[in-house]
C-alpha cells in the first residue's frame, strides 16, 4: 500500500490490455472510486480518459484523483469501473477478478494520513 496525505492528489497509472479485436465505441466515462472499509465511497472521480482509444493490445492509463482536505484517515481500495452515462452505474464487465457487488474493480489500496 502507498500512503499519501489528504489534500494531495492521487496519482493513478495503471497498465490495461485490450484482449479483444476492437476498441470500445462509446465515450463512456473511467470512473475512480476510493472506498472504506465500511465500503462506503469515500471519493468518486471521472478519470477523464478517453477508453475508445484502448485498442487491442496494451496501453498506461495517467489520470490523477484529488483528495479532499476533510478526508477521513485510514486504508482506501483503489476501484475502477466504466460507467453507462444513462445510469451512472458501472457497465462494462472486465477481464479481471476482484469485482465488487456494484461493479467496480478492485485495483490497488492506499493509506490517507
Do not use: C
Not at 492521487?10 to 463512456?28: D, M, T
Not at 465500503?39 to 477508453?51: E, K, R
Amino acid at each position: 500500500d502507498q500512503s499519501i496525505a489528504k489534500g494531495e492528489n492521487l496519482h493513478l497509472s495503471i497498465k490495461v490490455e485490450n484482449k479483444g479485436v476492437a476498441p470500445f465505441y462509446y465515450e463512456w466515462p473511467l470512473v475512480g472510486y476510493l472506498v472504506g472499509a465500511d465500503s462506503s465511497v469515500a471519493v468518486q472521480q471521472d478519470l477523464g480518459v478517453d477508453v475508445r482509444k484502448w485498442l487491442p493490445g496494451e496501453s498506461t492509463v495517467e489520470a490523477n484523483i484529488p483528495l479532499p482536505d476533510n478526508m477521513t484517515s485510514g486504508s482506501y481500495d483503489i476501484k475502477l469501473s466504466i460507467n453507462d452515462p444513462q445510469t451512472g452505474e458501472p457497465g462494462v464487465w472486465f477481464a479481471n477478478t476482484h469485482r465488487d457487488s456494484q461493479g467496480r474493480y478492485l485495483v490497488s489500496r492506499v493509506s490517507v494520513e
